[in-house]
């Protein structure tokens, strides 16, 4: 590195709340924008997920936690169960699009796990063990495969399960701690249907 360089050390889950107030303009160059305080962050990954809440610049108190597998976790179990490719989350949502767009009705229900629980703390362990016990039931066993429409159904309700959690205990915690911004970091923010139902709910 060119002596003008520095490495600087930083918190991986504080990299999420510095990196959501910079913008690349059209020049490339990068701005700051301040963010508006409270601010609550959703982080959610193959290792993480948690909602902090940041009352000031560099202060952080983590509200809520996963109790047992972090969200991207689980995405990439199901895809797993599914016969899809690793990394799980991308090739699930792609099914669950494909599903949510024919408009068909979903023969499938999961669980919403811990959405009523009155914290906001997260579990992602149940939801895969009820995907698991969905699939044995419909392949008898595994002496037929599931069909392709199965495989997008299957994808479409579990993606619609975990979003609906994951939004309801994020908004919630904005009204009771009168957030102002919402950050969504890690993996699975990239999940077009979370970003898309938040944003959604949000407005």
């Known amino acids: 590195f060119p002596s003008h360089d520095k490495i600087i050390p930083i918190n991986h889950m504080e990299g999420h709340f510095v990196t959501a107030q910079f913008i690349q303009k059209e020049n490339g160059i990068f701005t700051r924008t301040p963010l508006s305080y409270p601010v609550l962050g959703l982080l959610v990954s193959g290792g993480h997920s948690e909602l902090v809440?940041?009352?000031?610049?560099?202060?952080?108190?983590?509200?809520?936690?996963?109790?047992?597998?972090?969200?991207?976790?689980?995405?990439?179990?199901?895809?797993?169960?599914?016969?899809?490719?690793?990394?799980?989350?991308?090739?699930?949502?792609?099914?669950?699009?494909?599903?949510?767009?024919?408009?068909?009705?979903?023969?499938?229900?999961?669980?919403?796990?811990?959405?009523?629980?009155?914290?906001?703390?997260?579990?992602f362990s149940g939801i895969k063990t009820a995907v698991l016990y969905a699939i044995r039931d419909i392949t008898n066993g595994n002496t037929r495969g599931l069909t392709e429409e199965e495989k997008s159904a299957i994808a479409c309700e579990f993606e619609n399960a975990v979003v609906e959690v994951l939004i309801k205990k994020t908004l919630r915690a904005v009204e009771e701690y009168g957030v102002q911004t919402v950050i969504v970091g890690g993996g699975v923010a990239g999940n077009t249907h979370l970003d898309a139902e938040l944003y959604r709910d949000w407005e």
Do not use: C, I, Q
């Open 53 to 123: 809440l940041s009352g000031e610049e560099g202060m952080y108190k983590k509200v809520g936690a996963t109790r047992d597998d972090a969200v991207g976790e689980a995405f990439d179990k199901v895809a797993r169960m599914l016969g899809l490719p690793y990394p799980g989350g991308p090739a699930v949502s792609r099914l669950a699009k494909e599903y949510r767009e024919s408009k068909k009705e979903n023969p499938f229900t999961l669980p919403r796990p811990m959405m009523h629980s009155g914290d906001y703390d997260f579990s």
